[in-house]
């Protein structure tokens, strides 16, 4: 369904993207940020859902400075390889490649940001210093509560599994007393990586219901209630 793509950040650095377009005009626009395992089947896909639910979605390649079009899957050896990038990420830069990606958009309309795991944290920040959003989904953004105390600038919804071994309770219950301004879920007997079908984690119901939450704070945050 979707367009591979480039993208220029502000400092001339050029990224790769994925692109979904709903047919008909959008109900708005969504930039997806990865997991740690890139713009992957899993992050297409959900570029592709957004598109069949009317949005127009687009995934830029955020660890495109570190290695370019690189996408792995989940096996315990791919996991343990990707997760050797996150210590080279620089964030500044990483920020600035999410702004290209949503300053693509912003020509369109209206955009919004929504992040799984390492991408979650992402659109956490993003809601807090990056220009041109209306909203922002976290999924299981494991550094969240590290920025906690950061201010998001429009309103946050997160996603939460009760036995993610990556992300204490205490975490989200701190993330929930310094963010009320924020919307929170926690998801009883979900793990980390609940939402993707593709993960041994994958937990269907709770997955469907984050899934319809997101959509319905979409539709909000667009005012198309």
């Known amino acids: ?8 950040a502000a400092d001339g650095f050029e990224l790769g993207a994925y692109r979904a377009d709903p047919q008909g005009t959008p109900k708005g626009r969504v930039v997806v940020i990865q997991e740690i ?6 992050i297409r896909s959900v570029c592709d ?4 639910a009317g949005y127009t979605a687009l995934a830029p390649a955020i660890f495109d400075r570190i290695v370019p079009n690189f996408e792995t899957g989940y096996s315990d050896a791919e996991v343990a390889s990707a997760r050797e990038y996150i210590a080279k990420v620089d964030w500044p830069k990483l920020m600035l490649d999410v702004q290209a990606a949503i300053d693509a958009l912003k020509k369109e309309g209206p ?3 929504l992040g799984f795991c390492l991408g979650g944290t992402v659109a956490f920040l993003a809601a807090s210093q990056s220009n041109g959003l209306v909203a922002a989904v976290a999924y299981y953004g494991g550094m969240i509560a590290k920025h906690a105390d950061k201010k998001p600038k429009v309103p946050v919804q997160m996603h939460f599994g009760e036995k993610d071994g990556h992300i204490p309770l205490a975490d989200v219950e701190d993330i929930k007393k310094k963010r009320p301004d924020s919307e929170v879920h926690i998801y009883l007997g979900a793990g980390h990586g609940f939402h993707c079908d593709e993960r041994g984690s994958f937990e269907p119901n709770s997955a469907k219901i984050a899934w319809a939450r997101s959509l319905a704070f979409l539709e909000k945050a667009f005012g198309k209630k």
């Open 49 to 52: 859902r957004l598109a069949q």
């Open 1 to 8: 369904m979707g367009t591979k793509l480039k993208l220029k």
């Open 37 to 42: 395992f890139g713009v992957n089947n899993h």
């Open 111 to 113: 955009v919004a940001i």
